[in-house]
């Protein structure tokens, strides 16, 4: 049986993975520790690190739409319709969180009680009469559900997709082990990055539905004689990762709170006025 020639390896987007590397940490990471360095926002204006995370949506639809266009350029058959429609839904649920987000966390901090937990859980507010409750009510669901999961559930679903245009023959040659050393430098950062956002955000369970759909992804590879390129393995293993980190974190805890949540359990939220 005449076996398909070998082809040149596919060019690893080391370039957009350090700058998706960025956007995660400097926009996502960094907010909460630009809010504590800064002094405080007068009142009725957003924080610091609240105008720096509104960028978030611009640069990570830039980047994605990038990763797209490179993989137009080798030939998939994108759907440039569909990438659009999903990044618009993308921006839409970040802008619903990040409005949100603002608007809850400044409410609790003006009261007291326990942070980043939902009013039915926050005795503080429980107190200050059903109509401002229903208030908090309605911003933690923007916040803490429907932003995060119309963001998340619209980025998993491009990753998958891009993912799914990084097959290629089982004979396509390898890239250089220099190449593949540093695909794999992208690997663990990545990785920490998902589970950070998957346990903080709420969504952990899209995040492991994710990595299942990764995994028979390459079940589904390896039997029709096809493989992943590096730029879909490097997104495959780091998200392998996050299962580890997931399972480990719920293990340990016994739930999957989110880190903030675990760290703001022992802050005194007159510290946090």
């Given at each position: 049986m005449?076996?398909p020639?070998?082809?040149?390896?596919?060019?690893?987007?080391a370039?957009?993975?350090?700058l998706l590397?960025?956007q995660s940490?400097?926009?996502?990471?960094?907010?909460?520790?630009?809010n504590a360095?800064?002094?405080?926002?007068?009142r009725?204006?957003?924080?610091?690190?609240?105008w720096?995370h509104?960028?978030?949506?611009?640069?990570?639809?830039?980047i994605?739409?990038?990763?797209?266009?490179r993989?137009?350029?080798?030939?998939?058959k994108i759907?440039?319709t569909l990438?659009?429609?999903l990044?618009?839904?993308?921006?839409?649920?970040?802008?619903?969180h990040l409005?949100?987000?603002?608007?809850?966390?400044?409410m609790?901090?003006?009261?007291t009680?326990?942070?980043?937990?939902a009013?039915a859980?926050n005795?503080?507010?429980?107190?200050l009469?059903?109509?401002?409750?229903?208030l908090?009510v309605l911003?933690y669901?923007?916040?803490?559900?429907?932003?995060?999961?119309i963001?998340y559930?619209?980025?998993?679903?491009l990753l998958?997709?891009?993912?799914?245009?990084?097959i290629?023959?089982s004979?396509?040659l390898?890239p250089?082990?220099?190449?593949?050393?540093?695909?794999?430098?992208?690997?663990?950062?990545?990785?920490?990055?998902?589970?950070?956002g998957?346990?903080?955000?709420?969504v952990w369970?899209?995040?492991?539905?994710?990595?299942?759909?990764f995994?028979l992804?390459m079940?589904?590879n390896f039997f029709?004689s096809a493989?992943?390129?590096?730029n879909g393995?490097?997104?495959?293993a780091?998200?392998?990762?996050t299962?580890?980190?997931m399972a480990?974190?719920g293990?340990?805890?016994n739930?999957m709170?989110?880190v903030?949540?675990?760290?703001?359990r022992?802050?005194?939220?007159?510290?946090?006025?």
């Amino acid at each position: 049986m005449n076996q398909p020639p070998a082809t040149k390896p596919r060019k690893f987007e080391a370039g957009l993975f350090g700058l998706l590397l960025f956007q995660s940490y400097f926009f996502d990471y960094a907010r909460p520790i630009v809010n504590a360095l800064t002094p405080p926002a007068p009142r009725g204006l957003p924080g610091f690190g609240d105008w720096l995370h509104a960028l978030a949506p611009i640069f990570l639809a830039f980047i994605l739409f990038k990763f797209f266009m490179r993989a137009l350029d080798r030939g998939a058959k994108i759907s440039i319709t569909l990438v659009v429609l999903l990044l618009c839904i993308m921006s839409l649920g970040q802008g619903v969180h990040l409005s949100a987000d603002s608007v809850d966390g400044r409410m609790q901090m003006r009261h007291t009680g326990p942070l980043d937990v939902a009013p039915a859980d926050n005795p503080a507010i429980q107190q200050l009469g059903e109509t401002v409750l229903e208030l908090f009510v309605l911003v933690y669901n923007y916040d803490e559900i429907i932003g995060h999961w119309i963001w998340y559930a619209a980025l998993y679903i491009l990753l998958l997709y891009y993912v799914i245009h990084c097959i290629q023959p089982s004979a396509s040659l390898n890239p250089p082990l220099s190449t593949r050393i540093l695909a794999g430098f992208f690997v663990a950062p990545l990785g920490l990055f998902w589970f950070y956002g998957g346990v903080e955000a709420g969504v952990w369970q899209g995040t492991i539905l994710l990595t299942f759909s990764f995994l028979l992804l390459m079940g589904f590879n390896f039997f029709s004689s096809a493989k992943l390129d590096l730029n879909g393995s490097c997104l495959a293993a780091s998200f392998f990762l996050t299962a580890i980190f997931m399972a480990a974190w719920g293990a340990y805890f016994n739930d999957m709170p989110g880190v903030w949540e675990v760290w703001l359990r022992n802050v005194n939220p007159e510290q946090m006025k």
